[in-house]
């Protein structure tokens, strides 16, 4: 039987995107968004995937409607892996993401 998860989406979300801010304050990051979120039961750990651009990273990257390379910020991608119990971030990792157009 699946246990049911403590905390719920909001919280777990809300956490991972003021972790992310305060671990990345000195790079000035903005547009920081959620992009995904799991809840894996077998280890009772929640994987939320925050978004975010820094200021370097400038303009360049795909728009992912028209496959155009202009006017769009290149993004990074963290995962932020959440205990459930006890609501501690135990790891924060890459999320690199493919551009199905370069398989």
Not at 60 to 82: F, H, L, Q
Request: hydrophobic share 35%; net charge negative; glycine share 8%.
């Amino acid at each position: 039987m699946e246990r049911r998860a403590t905390m719920d989406v909001k919280q777990v979300v809300g956490m991972a995107k003021e972790y992310i801010a305060e671990l990345y304050h000195d790079e000035e990051i903005m547009y920081i968004g959620l992009e995904e979120v799991y809840f894996d039961h077998e280890i009772d750990k929640w994987q939320v995937t925050i978004g975010f651009a820094r200021p370097w990273d400038g303009m360049g990257g795909r728009n992912p409607v028209t496959r155009d390379s202009v006017g769009v910020r290149s993004r990074s991608y963290k995962v932020a892996c959440i205990n459930d119990e006890t609501g501690q971030i135990e790891s924060i990792k890459d999320r690199i993401l493919v551009d199905p157009a370069l398989r």
